[in-house]
């Protein structure tokens, strides 16, 4: 109870923070990191019960047919997960207040940022995957505010659409791959699901299923070709950059396969497109980022490489694997983080994020710049950094692998982190040192600003001279959680002169290089960016959202003209002519059209209806036109009454009155007699409202001929006074036994008269005021 | 439309309506009735003002905006659903309890809500219409 508690606050601070924004301030602001940090703190009281290995859990049932549940599970992937979520959440929301100072926007700032945390918060410690695929689509609408946050920017907007239709196209997939794993394993809850890893790994469904989760998993983690959304986010604000596209929501599709890995892993399939996707992520992206001059676009292709390094990690799979990609996480999201951190005070400073214009800040701004330096040691994985462990963790489990290619997956990985040393000589070297005229007018960014950067890289550091501070409550216990099984994490800076020290060395001395002749690499990097842009997955969503907004203008312009008799024409001709297909594949059932107990008075009704209905068409005045539609519409109402249905028949005689009132307004502004309509006109209208007669009138025969089942009415009749207290069953009905249903028709009810309401205020109020 | 008989009857009976609107809702679980067709006779009595003194008139006359209405009926709808969630029977059980007043008992439910709200709605959207309709003479 007090998990969940815990994991919706968020959602509860979220609501309020504009009002204590508006309260407060600046001051204000920050009060609401508060809640993060609390939820750190009572994150970490768990870390001692899941090191004992337990799973603290909590569920509760909503619709318990279908296996919708709320539960929630925390175990080390969660918990790790968890802790880097609140505690960089808060960090980011006291770098924000400062950030967005005087801004009058704060307070919906931090009410998306706080909802954002909730939901990604709610997505990692989600057991059921229901629940898991609400909060994952929770956290694409809130990336979608924060990545549009400054609306007024076309480049936002056009920015944050695209990670929204991206993601959220993924996320579908996604649904429909969730779903089938219910099907085939018959369990929604993923504890479950992951014990019933053999059955779902033997079914058929298999490939398929891998395939749309990998749809969700890519999308979300900016994996190539999902990738091109992740640099356009970066018209984010800074805190955002930091918080969602590199140290969380990103990391969602890399935890998705981490928890389904159990379930799903190991196979060759698995092993084949998880470890090419990410292999390729890794070394496009580290590619990409050289010939990048945007700070903050340098560290988006980064942070697309390093996700593509742990998913390929997940994709090899095995123990050493999985340990290394813990640490490489944990370690990435604490220097990515400082490093976004960084960029964002510099850009706040000297107003200008090219590193092309930038430099000699160091003077200026020392704090921020002992962060970067900290942070751009941990991006090259030097020592005696966490980051520096880590990689070396991935070398190790790269040169290990049992799999076959295994040496490609060397290769790229040392080819990436000589680029990534590039990088980090970029980020850290081009702003900080040499001379420029900029630095003369900055000045050092507040304490908020530069305290937690300087915090995380300070981590990275610490936990690297002293891993054991780590290992085993939370890198080992994520470990396990992912591989399913026991797991060693032995880390240490000094592992004695080993093949992963010798290749570490070797790429860093490749990556200086390359950084000595940097002109030369950049023109190669270009070369590769321009290949991609021209092929381009980015060249393809472009093209694919023109193609469908030309697609449904011309498809609205046609079926949607504005004239009703074209709708009813066409939505009765499809009618029929579906039902004579269905008719003419099946075959047209009994009709038994017995006229035996019809009494007299029925037939006087029955033609007064068509009295009625004759004359509506025959008349060519309007309202003598309503009048006999009145006529018809109160047969109706006497055929209900004769067969006891009173509050339908009375329904239908109050609706009539109204609609009597209604007519009498419309036609107040159109013209009060009819044209009488052209031959070839009427000739196409007796033919489709005539047909449109004879199989509704066959289908009535059909229905009533021929007895598919027990009627319901019998259980109605019965139980509508034991059951639900009421003799009226009709009533009962209503609002009792079929009260869904009767929901749902006023919420139609609803949206018709706000639909004519708008239409009318739309064409009468032109030149009225609103 | 200025007729003054008009204007005279249709006072009293748009009373006359509305109670006849409350007796239908009250009555609709036992005896014809309910909340559609008591929705439709307080939007007629509504409906009847309108004619008789105008689109304004009938507007100030309710007590809440139609199209405030219309967003209210629906959540009174989800909150009687919401009451079988509460004690664990599902979304739109149906919950009773029954009230003594002295000699009788009244038996009061989650329905009987879900009916008002369905009420509501149902005014709501008929007047946003018709008085838009109205109101553009």
Known sequence: MTLAVM?????????VSPLIVRMGGRAGA??????????????????????????????????PDIGVRLSFAVDGLALAFLLLISGIGALVVVYAADYLKGDPRLGRFMLALLAFMASMLGVVSADNIFTLFVFWELTSVTSYVLIGFDHEREASRKAALQALLVTGGGGLALLAGLVLIAQVTGETELSAINAAGDALRGDDLYLPILLLVLAGALTKSAQFPFHFWLPSAMEAPTPVSAYLHSATMVKAGVYLLARLHPAMGGTTEWHVLVTTFGAVTMVVGALLALSQFDLKRILAYSTMSVLGLLVMLIGVGEPLAIKAMVTFLVAHALYKAALFLVAGAVDHEAHSRDIRELGGLARVMPYTAAAAILGAASLAGLPPFFAFIAKEAVIEATLETGLAGGWLLVGGLAATSAFLVFVAWTVCLAPFFGQRDRARDAHEAPPGMWGPPVLLASLGLAVGMAPVLVEDWLLRTAGEAVLGAPLKVNLALWHGLNAPLAISVVSIAAGIGLFAVRDRTRQVADAVSALVGRAGPARLYDGGLLALNVTAGAQTRLLQNGYLRFYLIVVLASFVGLVVLSASVVGVPEMDPSLRGTAFYEWVIVALVVAGALLAVLFSSRLAAVAALGLVGFGIAAVFALYGALDVAMTQILVEALTVILFVLVFYHLKSTLRPPARAQLMRDIVVAGSFGLVMTSLVLAATSNQVAEPISGFFSDESVPAAFGRNVVNVILVDFRALDTLGEI??????????????RLQFGKDDEP | MTSSILRTTSQL??????????FLLWRGHNEPGGGFAAGLVAAGAFSLYAVAFGADAARKTMPVDPALLIPLGLLVALV????????????????????????????????????????????GAVMTIIITLAAEE
């Open chain 2, 13 to 22: 009976l748009v009373i006359l309506f509305l109670l006849f609107s409350a």
């Open chain 1, 747 to 760: 919420v139609v009810l609803a949206v018709a008269a706000l639909g004519s309401y708008a239409m009318l």
């Open chain 1, 30 to 63: 920050r009060v609401l990191a508060l809640l993060p940090i609390g939820l750190f703190l009572y994150f970490a009281t768990l870390g001692p019960d899941i090191r004992d290995g337990e799973v603290i859990g909590a569920g509760w049932d909503w619709a």
């Open chain 2, 80 to 123: 009687a659903g919401l009451a079988g969630l509460v004690t664990g029977d599902g979304f739109l059980a149906g919950q009773w309890f029954t009230l003594s007043l002295g000699r009788d008992e009244v038996k009061l439910g989650s329905p009987l809500l879900f009916d008002v709200g369905v009420f509501l709605t149902v005014i």
């Open chain 1, 7 to 15: 994991v919706l606050s968020g959602f509860v601070a979220a609501a």
